[in-house]
DNA sequence: TGACTTCTGGATCAGATAATCCAGAATTAG
DNA sequence: CTAATTCTGGATTATCTGATCCAGAAGTCA
């Protein structure tokens, strides 16, 4: 049953669109409500308010949309029909690949829009780096399950592969706002897989 | 010979300092000019603009206080008294020791301070991206010296190497913001030198 | 029709922002 | 001493910040 009242004058979803690109390319501290407002046709303060609540809240809504669709590209992480290797490699090659699309702003979300900020910017701050511990300890099960799996030697620092890999992941962002193309971050990922190949138990 | 007028009645190196510290925490636009004030000891606005022309003048100069102190831990990346190997290893190594220092703010201020920013910001976010782009040359020549004395196979790759490794560089200090410890972020440059190793002429 | 609900236009808010101005204080040079 | 130079305290600027308020418009429901 459609809602009582008076219709909304904008597309909600499109507007969230709008600020996810925003909130992307100039993280969420550089980007103004003017801008957002801009963005999603010049609607009024009010509007804004009444559909967002708080510039804050418009963040987290954008930072949902922005997972649910750019950040899949991280679901091979866990995509459990991989090999603990192949997840790895899936989900730096395709973030590679995302993250230098020209069709959006280069680099991720979860790793440019607020990592850093002015002093009371802790609960923004705190989004975002929830997802990259996320995406850490997702890399280490699979550092794990193949020590477990007998793939990797048992004495392989499962902590430094984990490092290489996330760390490489989230320097990927700054290396596609730095303009590195495409096909080098690639070439960057099958370098990294020599460091796992390099601790893998040879019979 | 002393200079003529009325003296400074505060230290201007300290104030950089103070400034340096800011900048690196909370990024170029994350500070503001009371917040920087107050750390030179509540000095007045005239002061701060007679001492340091303006709020981006003294982010440059607090940028170059930065590379002159912990930004030298790079400067084995141009050691030509180490191999080229050594070189990647030292700089990252000494890397991931001071950015977790702390005695000061985590991570490293060319990675973090201004990769972002609103719409006008580009100026200052030049400042650090060239600094990165300078680095990764000077890595890619790490590689590309190894490729031509014979240390490296001529197949390798050399912009895929690269890539890996100023990736974990730059990535290293997501991670020390993101509280990872120094043992996991060194264990993670050991993993990176695997990949190098595999990239070894084996005769 | 009229009651009810929801959204909008436009004015407005208090506080923060980077930056400037000026009179006077503190120093050196001659 | 006087003149020249440089810095400081304090007020002040214009602009931007995120957010709120209210009257009225535009719908639904009975």
Not at 17 to 35: C, P, R, Y
Request: hydrophobic share 40%; aromatic share 6%; charged share 20%.
């Amino acid at each position: 049953m459609a809602r009582t009242g008076r219709p909304r004058g904008f597309d909600r979803d499109e507007a969230v669109t709008q600020a996810m690109h925003l909130f992307w390319e100039h993280g969420f501290e550089g980007v103004s409500l003017e801008q957002l407002r801009r963005s999603m046709g010049d609607i009024s303060s009010a509007s804004f308010y009444a559909a967002f609540g708080s510039k804050e809240a418009l963040y987290r809504t954008a930072l949902n949309s922005y997972l649910a669709t750019h950040g899949t590209v991280m679901s091979a992480l866990r995509d459990q029909r991989l090999t603990p290797r192949q997840r790895i490699e899936q989900a730096l090659r395709r973030s590679a690949e995302m993250q230098t699309d020209p069709t959006h702003p280069t680099g991720c979300m979860v790793a440019l829009s607020s990592i850093i900020g002015s002093e009371g910017g802790a609960s923004v701050q705190a989004l975002t780096s929830a997802e990259r511990e996320a995406n850490r300890k997702a890399i280490l099960a699979c550092v794990d399950a193949a020590i477990a799996d007998g793939t990797l030697r048992r004495e392989t620092n499962p902590a430094g592969l984990a490092t290489l890999f996330e760390g490489l992941l989230v320097g990927l962002s700054i290396q596609a706002r730095d303009g590195v193309p495409t096909k080098d971050l690639d070439a960057g990922v099958t370098q990294a897989l020599n460091a796992w190949d390099a601790n893998i138990l040879r019979s």
